[in-house]
C-alpha cells in the first residue's frame, strides 16, 4: 500500500499564489509518476499536471504558464506552484501516485490522496 497525502491549501485572493505539497508513503524510484488532479464544485475531476520520474512534465491548457510542478528532493514531495490564481481554479486538489512494475508489491493500481481544498476569491 502507498499512502498519499496532499497539503497546502486554503483561501487566496484572485491574483494570489499558493503552493501545494503531495508526500507519497512509496520509494520515488518505485513510482513511474505523480499527478495533480483539482474537482471544482459540481464538475469532473480533471487532470491539472505531471511529473514523470525521468523529469517530464505536461499541464493542462488552463494552467499552463501559470502552474509549475516539480520535485523537493529534501521534503521528499512533488509541489505544484500555483501563480495568478483564478476564482475558476477552485476546486479540491488531489495527487495521484503511479507505481512502476519494477515495485511488483505496489504495481498493478494508483494510489490517490485525500485531497486538499482551493478556494480562490474574486
Known amino acids: 500500500q502507498v499512502q498519499v497525502a496532499e497539503s497546502g491549501g486554503g483561501l487566496v485572493q484572485a491574483g494570489g499564489s499558493l503552493r501545494l505539497s503531495c508526500a507519497a508513503s512509496?520509494?520515488?524510484?518505485?513510482?513511474?509518476?505523480m499527478t495533480w488532479y483539482r474537482q471544482p464544485p459540481g464538475k469532473e475531476r480533471e487532470m491539472v499536471a505531471v511529473?514523470?520520474?525521468?523529469?517530464?512534465?505536461d499541464y493542462a491548457g488552463s494552467v499552463k504558464g501559470r502552474f509549475t510542478v516539480s520535485r523537493d528532493n529534501v521534503k521528499n514531495t512533488v509541489d505544484l506552484q500555483m501563480y495568478s490564481l483564478k476564482p475558476e481554479d477552485t476546486a479540491v486538489y488531489y495527487c495521484?501516485?503511479?507505481?512502476?512494475?519494477?515495485?511488483?508489491?505496489?504495481?498493478?493500481?494508483?494510489?490517490w490522496g485525500k485531497g486538499t481544498l482551493v478556494n480562490v476569491s474574486s
Open positions: 495521484k501516485a503511479s507505481p512502476t512494475p519494477y515495485c511488483p508489491s505496489i504495481w498493478g493500481r494508483d494510489y
Open positions: 512509496a520509494d520515488a524510484r518505485c513510482l513511474s509518476a
Open positions: 511529473l514523470t520520474s525521468g523529469g517530464s512534465t
